[in-house]
């Protein structure tokens, strides 16, 4: 996530926000990845992954975090019509591979694009978060959140889940029509021959509607695969509520400039 910064001229202050909420009608918002991190599991696969790293889970989680942020702002420079160019000193072979994957995605599928990197927020829960891309793909809305990881969780469709209710209630004349995951580092060789999955050299555009175990439990429990998981991500907030009652942003405030006095010279009379 972006930093949020507020400049105070009146009282010479720079204030950056805890990263963990969003300002809104003189309120702090809780964002949906902090509390999807912090009280969502996100599955045995992910943990025997980091068991398996042992001693280095932790720098090898954070490089894996650094490596997406990467490919996430190539990913936004690309929709906004900005050329991505490759260097060395701060792109790997993979995160260049990944970034090639997204722009055959968007060089091929997307019609237009109607937000990037917008933030969104539900007033009535309070939560807020920040959208990858909104697009028309084939005449329709797509939510989009673009990932790098090795592999995709149910926190990230719970992610997508509370974005498009956000994006609903604020914008009711642009309803979102499907929402999905694009995968940057899919297993994939090219095209789906059958034309049942979209997909490309490297990347996947993952729909939760179409995921086996998804539908099954919207056989179950007789809801919309999109309200079951915004109704799981709504029990997972309130989990997180539950367990942090008192949580407040930690701001860090800073002076607006600095001087050091005694280094004034002294005009001659």
Known sequence: MKPIVRINEEENIIEFLDERWYPRNDKFYVSITHVLGASFPKGAQYEQWLKDLGANAKFVAERAAESGNKVHHGME????????????????????????????????????????????????????????????????RWLLDYKFSNGVYDSHYLQLAAYRRAWDLMYPDKLIDNMGVVWLRARTRGRDKSEKVTQGKGWQLLDPKNNSTYKELSKYYDKDVYELLYDQFLRTLGTWRFLNPRAEPKNIIYPMNLQIDKFIKSEKK
């Open 77 to 140: 420079l690309l929709g906004s019509g900005i050329k991505a160019e490759w260097d060395d000193k701060k792109l790997d072979e993979a995160e260049w591979k990944g970034l090639i994957a997204g722009h055959d995605f968007l060089e091929t599928f997307v019609e237009s694009i109607e937000s990037s990197e917008g933030k969104v927020y539900n007033d009535k829960e309070e939560y807020a978060g920040r959208i990858d891309l909104v697009a028309i793909i084939s005449g329709e």
